[in-house]
Every structure is written in C-alpha cells, then in structure tokens.
C-alpha cells in the first residue's frame, strides 16, 4: 500500500462479503471475456483486502470471516 492510512476494517469487511458472489461463476454459463473480467475484479478486491493486512473467507455455514495476517 502506498499510504501511510489504512482502510477501515468495516469498509474491508464489506468488500470481503463481495467476495461469496464470485465463488460459483465458472459454474455459470458467461462468454470469456467476461469471465475473465469477473475474475480480475475478485483478484482486485482480495489485492484491497490483503494490501491492509487480512485475508477472508467465506464458508456457507459460518458466513464471510476477516482474518489479520499475523507479523
């Protein structure tokens, strides 16, 4: 990250609630190209998430988690 700020864990958590949408695409019947720009959004916000320190997960019986890399 290029900045001294950090993004706030809240703004972090929403965007790693995103993330449960672009598990099953492949499964979906989409043209490549779009495909492929669907993957380079998820990249670009798990790039956020990870530039800040934290990893997310998303499992159906426990929902989006936010995890903090450990240093």
Do not use: W
């Amino acid at each position: 990250m290029c900045c001294t700020e950090k993004t706030e864990e809240k703004a972090l958590f929403e965007l790693a609630k995103a993330l449960k949408h672009f598990y099953n695409l492949e499964d979906m019947q989409m043209n490549p190209g779009d495909l492929h720009t669907a993957n380079v959004a998820e990249k670009l916000v798990r790039s956020i998430i990870e530039d800040n320190g934290y990893t997310a997960s998303y499992l159906k019986k426990r929902g989006t988690r936010l995890f903090k890399f450990r240093r």
